[in-house]
């Protein structure tokens, strides 16, 4: 795998920058009411060329290598591709049985990746930045959404222009400015793929109004609280590969599955 290039922030701890230089993959089970449910989660550098054309021919689809190969733009067809491996392999995390190439993880009309051939119905939520890739892969009736976000003041800048004074606020609360930043804007993402409609609404649906510091061993974890999706809450942790959310319903079985989760070990 070319070594990816990971930004070190100063909560990051060494043995986690070295752990996600490989592939995370990780298979919750969690209840929600009477049903015993699974999820799955991967964690995927940017692979080098070689390894993006072995795994896109070995894990997807002749129809998603064909949209990817539609891309005019080499950076669009390669973030493409990363994000359908990852998608592909958290797919695989659920559904072992089920050989990758034969199902497929198709766009919906208003960009929300849907999968088509399994056996149960499942959604998928995928993220990428220059130099990471996510996929969840979750039960339909449970639905969640996943971000990353790389960490630079100049992304701040942005994010801060476009934050509500609320969140302003809690941005320049105690703690860490940058991190809180790009905390509160992957927590806003997960929740608009969580719910489907991206920023394709407000940003100002997705206000939040509440954010806490849960665990700081072995890594910081912050749980986010929306104004107005109460069903929903975000976690997020500071990765090398930038910041991670991800918004699932608020229950409380939940909530401690997905922390331990956080914690990547
Ligand atoms: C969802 C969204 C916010 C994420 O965008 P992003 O931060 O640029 O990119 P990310 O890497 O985090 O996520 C991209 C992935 O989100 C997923 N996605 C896109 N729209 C989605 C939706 N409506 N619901 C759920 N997931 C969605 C896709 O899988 C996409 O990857 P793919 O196109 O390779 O399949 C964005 O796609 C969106 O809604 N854009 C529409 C409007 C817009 O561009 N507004 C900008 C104003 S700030």
């Known amino acids: 795998m070319g070594e990816p290039r990971f930004i070190k922030g100063d909560h990051i701890k060494e043995d986690l920058v070295e752990k996600l230089k ?3 993959q990780s298979l919750i089970r969690f209840s929600s009411g009477n049903d015993e449910l699974a999820a799955g989660l991967v964690l995927c550098p940017s692979l080098s060329n070689e390894e993006l054309n072995v795994r896109t021919r070995m894990l997807l689809h002749q129809e998603e290598i064909n949209t990817g190969g539609g891309y005019t733009s080499d950076i669009r067809r390669r973030s493409f591709l990363n994000g359908r491996i990852a998608g592909k392999m958290a797919i695989n995390t659920v559904f072992p049985d ?3 190439a034969t199902c497929r993880i198709i766009t919906g009309s208003i960009g929300k990746p849907v999968i088509g051939d399994l056996p149960r119905p ?3 939520s995928i993220a990428h930045n ?3 890739n996510a996929g969840l892969c979750f039960p ?3 639905p969640m959404g996943i971000d990353v976000e790389t960490i630079t003041e100049k992304n701040r800048t942005i994010i801060a222009s476009i934050l509500s004074s609320r969140e302003k606020d809690l941005c320049s609360s105690e703690g860490d400015p940058l991190e809180l930043t790009h905390l509160l804007w992957t927590a806003k993402e997960a929740a608009g793929k969580a ?7 407000p940003t100002a649906w997705y206000e939040i109004d509440f954010v806490e510091t849960l665990k700081t061993e072995p890594q910081r974890i912050h749980q986010c609280r929306f104004k107005n999706l109460l069903v929903f809450t975000a976690l ?3 990765t090398p590969g930038g910041m991670l959310s991800i918004a699932f319903p608020a229950e409380n ?3 401690q599955t997905m922390i331990r989760l956080l914690q990547l070990t």
Do not use: D, K, M
């Open 22 to 24: 490989e592939i995370f």
């Open 98 to 100: 089920i050989p990758s």
């Open 122 to 124: 499942y959604g998928i």
């Open 130 to 132: 220059e130099s990471w």
């Open 140 to 142: 339909l009736s449970v």
């Open 195 to 201: 719910i489907g409609l991206g920023f394709r609404v």
């Open 236 to 238: 997020s942790v500071e």
């Open 253 to 255: 079985n939940l909530s």
